[in-house]
């Protein structure tokens, strides 16, 4: 079993950052692939970023190509998301997930483990 925990989500205003953070504990948590997905009111899930145990291989959605990119620190079992150049419709609930596989996936119902969300709001 995974257990997730995001922070550092915020209300910040368009052009700003955010960098957040996913805790992870558990006994496969440093060797999962881990991703982040988003989720804005009245929208489905939506893949954000993806990377695997290494770090060596990332993956991201065209909508944060350039803008957001997706870290790990396995020594701290934490993965990050340093997200820059915000626009309004980044606005969502951002969450944490990790898988039983250690490869990157854009697809949510390929993750195991789940955190609970963290909420970035940007204001234009």
């Known amino acids: 079993q995974v257990h997730l925990v995001e922070s550092g989500g915020g209300l910040v205003q368009a052009g700003d950052s955010l960098r957040l953070s996913c805790a992870a504990s558990g006994r496969t948590s440093s060797s999962s692939a881990m991703g982040w997905f988003r989720q804005a009111p009245g929208n489905e899930r939506e893949f954000v970023a993806s990377i695997n145990n290494s770090g060596g291989s990332t993956e991201y959605a065209d909508s944060v190509k350039g803008r957001f990119t997706i870290s790990r620190d396995n020594a701290r079992n934490t993965v990050y998301l340093q997200m820059n150049s915000l626009k309004p419709e980044d606005t969502a609930v951002y969450y944490c997930?990790?898988?039983?596989?250690?490869?990157?996936?854009?697809?949510?119902?390929?993750?195991?483990?789940w955190g609970q969300g963290t909420q970035v709001t940007v204001s234009s």
């Open positions: 997930a990790a898988r039983n596989w250690n490869s990157v996936s854009s697809t949510n119902t390929e993750f195991d483990y």
